[in-house]
């Protein structure tokens, strides 16, 4: 049985969020039931304790616990120069995966913005693409028809969501789709921030036959509040060679594929 909240082996409720947080910075994942044996209060304390850590945008609450919480991103001009070269060799493995005379969907974002200016120039296929920075980049590739959907400009990220750009993106079956995204956790899947992003996500991992996901280490084993799709949706993950053996073993653990420069 729990003790009570009163009880002289308490933790002050400061002391316990910062062992909340990190328990959660090395384990990936907290549970309510095994917080509450290890700092000695109820349930009821716990659960007031994570709800306070979401709000303050530090956690993400889920069923039985928590998981760590994908970042709010800067504005699109200000990401472009944040982890550049870390960026770009992810762009180069992603970019070597495109076969000549493919139909690939490149996702948005800077990321993707780097595979786009990774491309040989003496491949030919065919690029369609919800992202006009990724549309301008390619615009004079020699080999390439560039295809940007149509929709609304999402103004965070700079990509086309709504209607429209799901039914374009349903018309479409492709070969490859290099996926970029806000969250990705074991358990929880593929994540975005904003629920028209997630539809668009959904939408191109359906219509591909394999789905790549290019993340830079930050982002792994985070949630975003809007589920995309399941890991086992991917092929394969490209991401950083900095990442811990402890954050890739889940998703090796799925047999996915890692790829790491």
């Known amino acids: 049985m729990t003790p009570p909240d009163s009880s002289a082996t308490a933790h002050l409720p400061e002391e316990r969020r910062r062992i909340i947080l990190e328990r959660l910075a ?118 390439l028809e560039v295809r940007l959907v149509g929709g609304r400009v999402h103004p965070q990220s700079l990509t086309l969501v709504g209607a429209e750009t799901v039914e374009a993106l349903r018309q479409v079956r492709a070969d490859l789709f290099l996926l970029g995204v806000c969250g990705l956790h074991a358990e929880a899947g593929i994540t975005a921030l904003h629920a028209e992003e997630a539809a668009v996500k959904r939408a191109m991992i359906q219509g591909a036959a394999e789905t790549v996901a290019v993340v830079t280490a930050d982002k792994l084993g985070t949630l975003a509040p809007f589920v995309v799709a399941p890991v086992q949706s991917l092929a394969a993950l490209v991401t950083e060679s900095s990442a811990s053996e402890s954050t890739l073993a889940p998703f090796r653990k799925l047999n996915l594929r890692v790829m790491t420069p």
């Open 26 to 143: 090395t384990e990936g994942r907290v549970f309510a039931a095994d917080l509450c044996g290890i700092l000695r209060v109820s349930e009821d304390t716990i659960r007031r304790d994570l709800r306070e850590l979401d709000e303050a945008g530090l956690l993400r609450r889920v069923h039985g616990g928590a998981l760590p919480r994908a970042q709010a991103p800067l504005a699109h001009k200000a990401r472009v120069e944040v982890q550049q070269s870390e960026k770009q060799a992810l762009a180069r493995i992603a970019a070597g995966l495109v076969r000549a005379d493919q139909v690939i969907f490149l996702d948005g974002g800077t990321t993707m913005l780097e595979v786009a200016r990774c491309l040989p120039r003496e491949l030919r296929g065919t690029v369609v693409t919800v992202s006009p920075p990724v549309a301008l980049a390619l615009a004079d590739h020699p080999g």
